[in-house]
């Protein structure tokens, strides 16, 4: 026998030993990815896209966990991602009681401003007359992709943010939720009624700013269109009143999954949260954001979305133009506070690290100077 064939595993060279650890690593890491996404794809077409900024935070945090396993970012995945969890899983609750407050809804405000910026026309009732048919057509198609692009993009950017650079996801985090908090506070304060809600309300029935009249789960009142009226030269077959065709366009796209989609969380909000848009102002946050961590080629891509969610919200009943740009306005705001609060905080350190360099005094003895 010879001296090889005595040589054991415990022979084996340490290189080839951490080696063949890393190469099982990265095999238990895509399995575990894998199981990941057949699940994620699986809850799709069994229960649609949830609507809970919670879960949709959660996919990506056990996408992350599964992709690190067996590494130190594992635990940074939990670090950073928890915290953020707990304070998103805040705001829907705090969400959630927000219409018990009793604060008075508004309803008219905002079309008496849709008229006066648009001559006397309100841009959802002028969209559907010209564009909605009896039938979804392809661009109902985009519309409900473009609206529900605000459940998916927030906690995709996350990760994708993390996995590159942890402090843009730390700078992404804090104005996403600084921003979901200021439309949380306009909310509970002064709850707004949207489109489709007005246009199943008649003057009459929203007297005393009511936040969840009867009128907005009926259609006892469309024959009127309520208080928004009805289009005059609607296509044969579409409905002369405004509606909310959010998700219609899903059904041409002929996947279970879509049909979810439609039916999966919009009558869970709150009907009275138009003003400002989230929907709008996350859009805007997100443009204002990648504006300079991308290339300019992509900057086309960056200007056009928050147009493209305006329209897709002001189309299909979702909000008024005025609750767009409040969301606009919200979202340059907080991006301005931040960027100011980060850059002083900034210029603190470097002010403290200057002070502390100049702090170090020489003690050793001084080099004697050459005599004369």
């Keep these: 026998m010879t001296v090889e064939d005595t040589v054991t595993d415990q022979d084996e060279p340490e290189a080839d030993v951490a080696e063949r650890r890393m190469r099982r690593l990265h095999l238990l890491r895509m399995v575990l990815v894998a199981i990941w996404a057949a699940g994620v794809i699986a809850f799709l077409v069994t229960e649609g896209l949830p609507t809970s900024r919670v879960l949709m935070l959660l996919w990506p945090l056990?996408?992350?966990?599964?992709?690190?396993?067996?590494?130190?970012?594992?635990?940074?995945?939990?670090?950073?991602?928890?915290?953020?969890?707990?304070?998103?899983?805040?705001?829907?609750?705090?969400?959630g009681i927000s219409d018990n407050l009793g604060m008075p809804t508004w309803w008219q405000p905002q079309i008496s401003a849709e008229r006066f910026l648009f001559f006397g026309h309100i841009p959802t009732l002028w969209l559907q007359e010209h564009l909605k048919d009896a039938t979804p057509q392809w661009w109902d198609v985009l519309v409900a992709l473009v609206y529900l692009s605000f459940f998916v993009l927030p906690s995709a950017t996350a990760a994708v943010l993390w996995w590159r650079n942890r402090r843009e996801f730390y700078r992404w985090s804090t104005r996403y939720v600084t921003l979901?908090?200021?439309?949380?506070?306009?909310?509970a304060l002064a709850p707004s009624a949207p489109p489709w809600a007005a246009a199943r309300c008649t003057p009459g029935k929203v007297l005393g700013h009511p936040n969840a009249p009867k009128c907005m789960s009926s259609h006892e009142h469309l024959h009127g269109g309520g208080l928004i009226g009805l289009a005059a030269h609607p296509h044969p077959g579409a409905a002369p009143w405004v509606e909310r065709i959010t998700t219609n366009g899903l059904?041409?796209?002929?996947?279970?999954?879509?049909?979810?989609?439609?039916?999966?969380?919009?009558?869970?909000?709150?009907?009275?949260?138009?003003?400002?848009?989230?929907?709008?102002?996350t859009a805007m946050l997100f443009a204002l954001f990648m504006w300079h961590r991308v290339r300019r080629s992509l900057r086309v891509v960056l200007a056009i979305y928050p147009l493209a969610m305006t329209f897709s919200l002001v189309y299909s009943g979702e909000h008024y133009v005025v609750d767009?740009?409040?969301?606009?306005?919200?979202?340059?705001?907080?991006?301005?506070?931040?960027?100011?609060?980060?850059?002083?905080?900034?210029?603190?350190?470097?002010?403290?690290?200057?002070?502390?360099?100049s702090d170090q005094v020489d003690t050793s003895d001084p080099v004697p100077e050459p005599a004369v």
């Design 180 to 187: 979901s908090f200021l439309g949380f506070a306009v909310f």
């Design 251 to 281: 059904s041409l796209i002929h996947f279970d999954v879509a049909k979810n989609w439609g039916t999966g969380g919009l009558a869970s909000f709150d009907p009275v949260a138009a003003f400002p848009s989230l929907h709008a102002g």
């Design 324 to 357: 767009c740009l409040a969301g606009f306005a919200a979202a340059v705001l907080v991006m301005f506070a931040l960027g100011r609060i980060e850059g002083r905080v900034a210029a603190w350190r470097r002010r403290d690290h200057t002070a502390d360099t």
């Design 62 to 95: 056990v996408g992350l966990a599964a992709a690190t396993v067996g590494s130190r970012r594992f635990l940074l995945v939990l670090r950073d991602f928890l915290p953020l969890l707990v304070i998103l899983a805040v705001f829907t609750y705090l969400r």
